[in-house]
């Protein structure tokens, strides 16, 4: 069992560097970046982890571009893997995209992770230009288009959004066949792009049970696609506090998938998601600044990342 966690989003060049130092010194598998470029001035109602569909978040959030962040990132680490989770592959030309993750994965030695989804905030979408009912044609088509990059000598791709051949594409990612793709989402239709492209299921603010209670039709997507169910692995990402700690929960609202509970209780959860065939879990911490998150991170490697690496 393997553990990540969520990158705070807080745009402290120093912070930073020293969370996902710290991170690797204690052993974490890796650390993953969040994707959003603007946010709606009035809110909106289409978050999918919430019941009013409101996002946690106030307007003037201020995230950190996803792939300029990494590469910062990258530069202050040696051994902890890199990622997205997930970024929303519509936003960005594919070609570019795959330039920029096969770029950090060769300046890495081969730590990257690709996390991918199709987004779900409208407004976004029409201020990029993007149109919003085509997000799920447009990911599976640059998730094709990825791969072709990245594997190909000559690449050539011929869809509906886009018209490849003609060109070379180097430097290949260090990692071989290619970046391992993440795909995020609780949807049946993310379960079937998981089958079809993906290395991992990564889907968030999701319970135990729910991961569980999906993992059949899984694995028989995954056959069909004429693929092994066992090279999919499975990643669930949730908020965690615990209330043993002398911390107090920072401000935001609960989704149905957070861990709160004492060190014991997040240790017995960690035992269940294994038993349940989970195999990665990612953590974003509910305190308040990167002063606590660091505390939050040293109890989670003291008490709970013996225990999952124990489980294997």
């Keep these: ?37 603007v946010l709606p001035t009035h809110g909106t109602d289409q978050y999918p982890y919430t019941t009013d569909g409101s996002f ?9 571009e996803t792939m300029t962040l990494l590469g910062f990132l990258a530069a202050c680490t040696n051994t902890i893997k890199l990622g997205s989770t997930v970024i929303i592959v519509p936003y960005r030309n594919p070609v570019v995209q795959a330039k920029m993750f096969a770029s950090l994965d060769v300046l890495t030695g081969g730590r990257m992770i690709c996390g991918v989804g199709v987004g779900w905030l409208e407004k976004e979408f029409e201020i990029l230009g993007v149109p919003y009912a085509e997000r799920g044609p447009m990911t599976d088509e640059y998730l094709e ?17 886009y018209q490849i051949d003609g060109i070379q594409f180097y430097p290949k990612p260090v990692q071989e066949p290619h970046l391992p793709i993440w795909v995020g989402g609780h949807t ?7 089958a079809k492209y993906g290395d ?22 995954i056959e069909k696609a004429g693929r092994d169910p066992s090279s999919v692995s499975i ?25 709160i509970g004492t060190t014991q209780e997040v240790i017995d959860d960690v035992h269940y998601c294994r038993e349940l065939g989970i195999d990665q879990l990612t953590y974003d911490f509910r305190v308040d600044g990167l002063d606590q998150c660091v505390l939050v991170m040293e109890h989670l490697a003291d008490r709970v990342l013996p225990v999952a690496r124990r489980l294997g």
């Excluded at 288009?145 to 959004?161: A, D, N, R, S």
């Excluded at 990402?237 to 609202?253: C, N, P, Q, V, Y």
Aim: contains cysteine.
């Design 145 to 161: 288009i990825f791969k072709v990059l990245w594997t190909q000598p000559e690449p050539e791709y011929h869809g509906k959004f």
């Design 200 to 221: 991992c299921w990564h889907t968030t603010r999701q319970t135990p049970d729910f991961v569980a209670q999906n993992l059949p039709y899984l694995r028989r997507e």
């Design 56 to 64: 946690q978040r106030p307007a003037d959030e201020p995230f950190l």
């Design 188 to 194: 049946r239709r993310a379960l079937r792009r998981t």
């Design 1 to 37: 069992m393997e553990i990540g966690l969520s990158i705070p989003r807080i745009p402290d060049a120093p912070g930073l560097r020293n969370f996902v130092q710290r991170a690797e010194e204690l052993g974490f598998e890796c650390v993953l970046a969040g994707d959003h470029l």
């Design 235 to 259: 990643s669930l990402k949730r908020s965690l506090h615990f209330t043993d700690i002398g911390l107090g929960e920072g401000a935001g609202s609960r989704t149905g998938g957070s861990v």
